[in-house]
């Protein structure tokens, strides 16, 4: 396979107004930092304007653009995992269509990779504008949220605009899991990843694609897929109601004991209290077995080599 130094990947729903800007503008990034050498693989996520009409038109007049189109709106996280299949590149930028993120950083995000010797370079958003406050206090919040749920380092304020190296995209692509939360996938690569710190533009034309619907459900599957808390839940509640329950049993007999419980009371609240506890902490015990089932059933490769140094060296990094 021929390999090309760059790859842009860029995920495209209704994107018509933004598409010959964002061409023009990548076009010359790319341009500037690895001359003809790369490729720019926009996906067309079954978008319901004229957006793969206008990809077309771009592909005929530049060689170094792929249009991809999808069979049906797949979601930005699914479009975006199809462009990393097909890119090429030795190394793989991803960026959104409305240009939000300016592809302008490109060249300073190529040469942190050298610097740092990184295979992860984030863009890290410092300000975002003309977002609305409800957005950027929900993002805010769900970002703080799930790096207290997880046990992976997932960098807060950070979207999906970022430079990958080929081995981390390689190892990237192994991971089989149907929900996807790409940014927490890759941070879950390891190797090292470094930020930049940037100013979030507005949307260039259209306008979000990600109503509350689509936020509310990103949210789950990040949560879901890099976190079992919620499952263990259910054990901690039965661990804390059997000792409440406890402490009414004690209580209970007492009023037996002097004699102030109406008929049949006593053994009523025995039987409501103790079995309301054995089934929650049965519950959560089957959540813990559930989420380690469901953890094994991703199927993620059990470990990931960064180096090898001495013997034969042209070994692939992924040993998993
Ligand atoms: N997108 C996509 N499929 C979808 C929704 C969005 O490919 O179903 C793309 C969209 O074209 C854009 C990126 O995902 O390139 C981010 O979407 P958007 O800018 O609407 O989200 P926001 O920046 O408002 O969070
Ligand atoms: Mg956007």
């Not at 107004?17 to 926009?42: F, K, M, N």
Request: charged share 20%.
């Amino acid at each position: 396979m021929t390999r090309l130094a760059l790859s842009i990947v860029v995920p495209c729903y209704n994107e018509e107004a933004c598409l010959p800007e964002l061409h023009r503008r990548l076009s010359a990034a790319a341009h500037e930092t690895v001359g003809a050498d790369h490729e720019i693989v926009l996906v067309n996520d079954g978008s319901r304007d004229a957006s793969w009409q206008i990809m077309q038109a771009l592909a005929a007049g530049d060689p170094h653009l792929v249009a991809v189109n999808l069979s049906r709106n797949h979601g930005h996280q699914l479009a975006l995992t199809a462009g990393l299949d097909l890119a090429v590149g030795e190394r793989i930028l991803i960026i959104d269509a409305d240009l939000q993120d300016p592809p302008e950083l490109l060249p300073a995000m190529m040469r942190e990779m050298d610097l740092a010797a990184a295979d992860v370079v984030y863009g890290l958003r410092r300000s975002r504008e003309g977002e609305t406050a409800f957005k950027r206090g929900t993002a805010k919040l769900f970002y703080r949220l799930l790096s207290r749920a997880t046990d992976t380092d997932i960098p807060v304020d950070t979207g999906d605009f970022r430079l990958i190296s080929r081995r981390a995209l390689d190892v990237f692509l192994s991971m089989p899991e149907q929900a996807r939360f790409i940014r927490g996938m890759v941070a879950w690569l390891g190797f090292r990843q470094v930020p930049l710190p940037y100013d979030r533009d507005e949307r260039f034309a259209g306008t979000t694609n990600y109503p509350l619907r689509k936020m509310v459900r990103f949210a789950f599957d990040a949560l879901t897929s890099f976190s079992s808390t919620p499952l263990k839940l259910a054990s901690h509640a039965g661990l804390l109601l059997s000792f409440g329950s406890l402490l009414l049993v004690v209580y209970i007999f007492a009023g037996w004991l002097s004699g102030r419980a109406v008929e049949g009371w006593t053994s009523l609240m025995l039987v409501v209290v103790a079995l309301g506890a054995v089934q929650m902490f049965v519950l959560g015990v089957m959540g813990e077995y559930l989420g380690r089932l469901y953890s094994q059933s991703k199927h993620r490769p059990l470990y990931i080599v960064s180096d090898i140094r001495g013997g034969r060296t042209e070994r692939p990094a992924r040993l998993g």
